[in-house]
């Protein structure tokens, strides 16, 4: 049985800020918005990504809301070249996000970094472009 994956969904605390930030940060395109729900369509062959507000998101799944620290998930960004991997996260950390980790070169020969949005997901931006 095959189990397609449609969205990634994130639980957000500020769903307005989180809105701006990735669609100023990462360029992601608004496909729906609601009072409690955004989603962004990221490009060709790629599914989609949902912001639920935190305390709705945690009801929907009917489990608490608390909680903090490593969630043991991060989202990962391909661009093409070493530049567009720093420019990336440039423009994630001007629009309110944190580097995790600064953009270098890999022992296996590609160039990444890690960034975090406003609500602490971890995104790491890789290229194997040399």
Request: aromatic share 6%; glycine share 12%.
């Given at each position: 049985m095959a189990l397609p994956v449609s969205a990634i969904m994130l639980g957000v605390k500020d769903l307005d800020r989180a809105k701006k930030f990735y669609a100023e940060a990462l360029g992601f395109t608004?496909?729906?918005?609601?009072?409690?729900f955004v989603s962004f369509r990221l490009g060709e062959g790629s599914q989609q990504l949902a912001l639920y507000e935190w305390e709705a998101a945690a009801q929907d799944a009917g489990v608490p809301a608390e909680g903090?620290?490593?969630?043991?998930?991060s989202f990962h960004l391909n661009p093409d070249s070493r530049q567009a991997v720093d420019e990336t996260i440039?423009?994630?950390v001007s629009a309110g996000g944190s580097v995790v980790r600064a953009a270098a070169a890999a022992q296996w020969g590609g160039y990444f970094g890690y960034f975090s949005d406003p609500d602490g997901y971890l995104w790491k931006v890789t290229t194997y472009a040399s």
């Open positions: 608004i496909d729906k918005d609601t009072r409690n903090s620290g490593f969630r043991g998930a440039r423009n994630a």
